[in-house]
C-alpha cells in the first residue's frame, strides 16, 4: 500500500475537535466508535434523526423558543425538510460568538483593518435598524456588487438579521451578467463598490454600476460601500454605509428578526448549459451547521483560530468563510490578485497574521508548483496546521508540492461540494492520514456514493451522488413552481437520487477522487460557468452562424474552447477573434473567454436536434463517447480529432 504524504501525532489526534465529538457522544449516549471514522460516518447516516440534534448541541449554536430536533422525513429527497419549527438566527449566531478581533483585512495595496467585535456589532447594529426604518422587511431581496471587504461581511448580517434575503455579485461581473442573475430576484435595494483593486490597476466601475442599476427596475434604494481608503466620486447612490455607521440618532441595539431553519437566508448562482443562471435559495440554518460541522471537524478550526479562503463575494466560499466566526474563531480577508505584487504574497500574509488554516483553489497552487516557488524556504508558517484546496481537482504532483516545498508537518484537506449545496460531500479528516490526490474522507451525515450508469456503487469512475437529504440542500429555485426546474437539475439522472454532476471514484485508501465535471457545465480554475452566457454573446454576432462551446483538460485543469460554423462569405480571422473575445469578456467576465477559438462546418446534434456539447467535449479528450447512435450526424465529429491547435 502507499505510503501517506502526513498522518496526525498522536498528541495532534487527542486534541483535535473530531477526537473531543468522539468523547461527547460516548458521555452523553454511549456511543462508543473507539476513533473509528468509518463507524461514526455510518452511525451519521443510518441514524441521522440522532445525529443531526446531536451535532447542533456539540457544536452550541443558538436556537429560540419551544422545538422540536425532528427531520420531516418523506418519500422523495427533495421534499424532506431538517427541524422545521426550530427558531434560528444565522446573524445572532455569528454576532454573538464574535471574539475580540473577528475580522483582519488586507489587500493587495498593503492596506490592514482589524475590527473589532464592538465595532461590528455596532455597525451592523445601526444598519439593520437604518434598513428596517426605510421599509426593508423580511424576505425581501437585497443585492450587493461587493469586494471581498468588512463592509461586505457587515451589510450582509445586517441584511441577515432582519430576515431579508442576500445575493452577491463580485465587481469584475459584467453588465449582463449581473442583470442575468439580479433580474430573477427582483431586489428591493442594492449595494455596491464604484472601485476596486486588481492586479496593480485601478478599476472604476461607477458606469457599470448606474446601468445595471438602470436596467434593475424593482430597486427602491442604493447605497454605496466605500472601498477602504480609495473612493470614486458619483452621485449614483442614496446614501453610503459610513453615513450610517456615523450617525449617531440610529439605535446600534440588534433585535434579531424570528427566523426558522428553512426560512431563506440567500440566493446564490449556478450557471447552467441553458437560458440564465439558476438562482438557488438557502435556509438559514442548513449552511450554518454544515459550515460548522465542516469547518469544526473535518478542518479542526478551534477557538481563535485564524481562518483564510481566497475567494470573491460570488464564489460560496465567501459564504462559507463567514460562518468561521460562528466558532469564535477569526478570518481574513483579501481582495487582490493572488499573485500581486509578488507570486507568493498570500504566504507573507499567511507568515505576517500567523494563519492557522489557509484555503485556496487548486490552480492557486498548481500554479506555484509551475512557478517552482519554495515556500518552506521564503516563510515561516509555524501556526499554519490545516491547507485547504477545492474548485476543481488537486492532482497528485500538487499533493506532493505541498509538502515538498510548503510545509511537511500539515494537513492537507482537498474538499469538494458546490454552489448548489453551500458546503462539501467529501472533505478532509484531521485524524488520519493524507495519500497524494486522494480526498480523504465522506462528509458526516452525507451520504455520498459513487454510481455506475445503471444507479449501481462501483469502485470505476462513475458519478458522485448524494442518497439521502441533507440540511443545505436548497430550499429550491426562484420561481420554479413545484419545484419543476430543481428537480430536473439534481434528481432526473438516478431517481430520487441527487447527481452532482461530477465524475469520481473510490481509492484503494478508501478515499475519493474527483476527475471533473460529467455534465457540459465549464468548470476553468475551479469557477464553474454555464455555456449559455457565451452563447448568447456569439450568437449576437452576424459572421456566426452557430457554436459550441466545450472545455478541455489542459495542464491539470480545463481550459475553454469555442467552436463556430461561420455564415456565408465570412471567415475566422484575428480581427472576429478580438471581438469576440472582448464581447465575451465585457459582458460576462475574464474567466468566461475562450482560450482557443476555432472554425468548423458543421456541429452535431442529437435525433432531436439538440447541440451535443458532451460528444464534442469528450472528441477533444479522448474519451470514449457512450451514446453514439444518439447523434443524427456523428460524422461530423471527425472534425473535432486531432486538432493542431488544441495541442498548444
Known amino acids: 500500500m502507499e505510503k501517506p504524504l502526513w498522518k496526525p501525532s498522536k498528541s495532534r489526534l487527542e486534541e483535535s475537535n473530531l477526537y473531543n465529538f468522539y468523547n461527547f457522544l460516548a458521555s452523553k449516549d454511549g456511543l462508543d466508535f473507539n476513533n473509528n471514522y468509518e463507524e461514526l460516518w455510518n452511525w451519521s447516516i443510518k441514524e441521522s434523526f440522532n445525529f443531526w440534534p446531536k451535532l447542533i448541541d456539540f457544536l452550541d449554536i443558538k436556537t429560540g423558543g419551544a422545538y422540536q430536533l425532528n427531520i420531516n422525513f418523506k418519500d422523495k429527497i427533495y421534499d424532506q425538510s431538517f427541524f422545521p419549527n426550530l427558531e434560528i438566527n444565522y446573524a445572532e449566531n455569528i454576532l454573538l460568538s464574535l471574539n475580540d478581533e473577528p475580522i483582519i483585512f488586507r489587500n493587495e495595496l498593503g492596506i490592514r483593518q482589524v475590527l473589532s467585535k464592538t465595532e461590528i456589532q455596532e455597525k451592523v447594529g445601526k444598519l439593520s435598524n437604518y434598513l428596517k426604518s426605510i421599509g426593508i422587511k423580511k424576505n425581501d431581496r437585497i443585492v450587493a456588487v461587493a469586494a471581498n471587504t468588512p463592509n461586505t461581511i457587515i451589510s450582509f448580517l445586517a441584511v441577515n438579521s432582519i430576515g431579508a434575503i442576500w445575493s452577491s455579485c463580485s465587481p469584475d461581473f459584467g453588465v449582463d451578467a449581473i442583470l442575468d442573475r439580479f433580474s430573477q430576484i427582483e431586489p428591493v435595494a442594492i449595494m455596491f463598490t464604484n472601485s476596486y483593486h486588481y492586479g496593480g490597476k485601478f478599476i472604476d466601475i461607477s458606469e457599470k454600476n448606474i446601468e445595471v442599476m438602470r436596467r434593475l427596475e424593482s430597486i427602491k434604494h442604493k447605497f454605496l460601500m466605500n472601498y477602504p481608503e480609495m473612493n ?78 481566497f475567494t470573491t463575494c460570488g464564489w460560496m466560499m465567501w459564504n462559507w468563510l463567514i460562518t468561521a466566526l460562528s466558532s469564535n474563531a477569526s478570518i481574513l480577508l483579501y481582495d487582490g490578485s493572488p499573485f500581486f505584487p509578488q507570486k507568493d504574497s498570500l504566504f507573507k500574509i499567511a507568515e505576517e497574521e500567523k494563519l492557522d488554516i489557509f484555503g485556496v483553489s487548486a490552480k492557486y497552487i498548481d500554479a506555484l508548483r509551475n512557478f517552482q516557488i519554495s515556500i518552506k524556504d521564503n516563510f515561516c508558517l509555524e501556526s499554519l496546521k490545516c491547507i485547504l484546496s477545492t474548485g476543481s481537482p488537486l492532482s497528485s504532483d500538487c499533493f506532493k508540492y505541498v509538502y515538498e516545498s510548503i510545509k511537511e508537518d500539515v494537513h492537507l484537506a482537498s474538499i469538494s461540494g458546490g454552489t448548489d449545496i453551500v458546503s462539501c460531500f467529501v472533505a478532509g479528516n484531521p485524524n488520519l492520514p493524507v495519500y497524494s490526490g486522494e480526498i480523504q474522507v465522506k462528509c458526516l451525515g452525507v451520504d455520498a456514493d459513487i454510481f455506475d450508469e445503471h444507479g449501481n456503487t462501483t469502485k470505476d469512475k ?63 480554475g475551479g469557477i464553474r460557468i454555464g455555456t449559455a452566457e457565451i452563447y448568447r454573446v456569439v450568437e449576437s454576432f452576424e459572421e456566426i452562424n452557430e457554436s459550441v462551446v466545450v472545455g478541455q483538460i489542459w495542464n491539470d485543469d480545463v481550459r475553454i474552447i469555442l467552436f463556430v460554423t461561420l455564415n456565408s462569405n465570412f471567415k475566422l480571422d484575428q480581427s472576429l477573434i478580438s471581438r ?12 468566461h473567454v475562450p482560450s482557443k477559438i476555432i472554425s468548423v462546418t458543421d456541429i452535431p446534434r442529437t435525433r432531436s436536434g439538440k447541440i451535443s456539447e458532451l460528444s464534442v467535449r469528450d472528441t477533444i479528450n479522448n474519451i470514449k463517447i457512450k451514446n453514439l447512435e444518439a447523434l443524427a450526424n456523428p460524422e461530423c465529429l471527425s472534425q473535432y480529432q486531432n486538432i493542431e491547435e488544441l495541442k498548444k
Request: hydrophobic letters at 30%.
Open 232 to 309: 470614486v466620486t458619483t452621485n449614483n447612490f442614496d446614501i453610503d454605509l459610513e453615513t450610517i455607521f456615523t450617525n449617531k440618532d440610529l439605535n446600534k441595539e440588534i433585535l434579531f428578526e424570528k427566523t426558522y431553519f428553512n426560512d431563506p437566508m440567500y440566493i446564490l448562482y449556478s450557471s447552467g448549459t441553458t437560458g440564465k443562471p439558476k438562482c438557488i435559495i438557502h435556509n438559514t440554518g442548513g449552511p450554518l451547521i454544515q459550515h460548522m460541522k465542516e469547518q469544526q471537524l473535518h478542518c479542526d478550526l478551534k477557538k481563535n483560530d485564524k481562518i483564510f479562503y
Open 462 to 524: 462513475g458519478e458522485l451522488v448524494c442518497k439521502s437529504s441533507i440540511p443545505s440542500m436548497p430550499i429550491g429555485f426562484w420561481n420554479d413552481p413545484n419545484k419543476k426546474k430543481y428537480i430536473t437539475s439534481y434528481f432526473s439522472t438516478f431517481e430520487n437520487i441527487w447527481s452532482q454532476g461530477d465524475f469520481a471514484q473510490y481509492t484503494i485508501n478508501s478515499g475519493i477522487v474527483i476527475y471533473g465535471r460529467s455534465d457540459a457545465t465549464l468548470n476553468p
Open 580 to 591: 469576440i473575445e472582448n464581447k465575451i469578456k465585457e459582458a460576462t467576465s475574464i474567466r
